[in-house]
């Protein structure tokens, strides 16, 4: 089979759907993500994104595999506690599909390497659990004119934004409360989160950076999406109007 073949057979179920099709499919496979974390939220959203054919991944995150990730942290097994996260979802991601190419770094994002990790890419995407990165993803994304999609989450909950080069409203306007950037202090208890809420939430943020790259429209642009899976709720507020206090 030649990898033309291989690459029509594999995403033929996406490819048959109208907002897709062959040349939504090609478009994927030139767009380069990158993402930050590979916790809870990366490991959910990482194996779609990689599933559905996006060409270009980079993922960011400077933490090694615990026994208490493993419940919601499916990327990852109990042979691999203690590795690094990044290049164990890297490993895990060329495995699942050889077409894409990954770079992963086991280094926290900072103002000074975020010009060298991130490098020039058609999305940026937060999955990580603390204020100083998202309000640094916001203002980088601010200045190099880049789509930024952020998803946090707590206990059964998540909320989810897409902020485009030209959001008249920046993460900080709509979540003034953490705008000092404060980081959690290392004594604070974890907070806590059943295992399904990162698949949830993980699920719709690799939904929606389809979407935008594929350059289909998507409701987070002018919205905030609250999700509550214990009631199985779904509310979308105006940001207009909103001003909140972000989740983890």
Known sequence: MTEIDDLKTRYARQMSLPEVGEEGQMLLAGKRVAIIGAGGLGSALL???????????????????????????????????????????????????????????SERLTEANATRLIGEVDLLIDATDNEATRLLLDRYASEHQIPWLYASLEGWCGQLVLFLPDSPSRYRDLFPEGAEGDAPSPTQA????????????GSIAAAEALKLLRGLPSPLTEGLLLVDSLQLSFQLIDRKSTRLNSSH
Do not use: W
């Open 47 to 105: 194996p779609l994104l990689v599933g559905a054919g996006v060409g270009h991944l980079t993922l960011c995150d400077d933490d090694s595999i615990s026994v208490s990730n493993l419940p919601r942290q499916t990327l990852y097994t109990t042979h691999e506690v203690g590795r690094s996260k990044a290049q164990c979802a890297a490993e895990r991601l060329r495995a699942a599909n050889p077409h894409c190419d990954i770079t992963a770094y």
């Open 190 to 201: 974890p907070f806590p989160v059943m295992a399904t809420t990162p698949a949830v939430i």
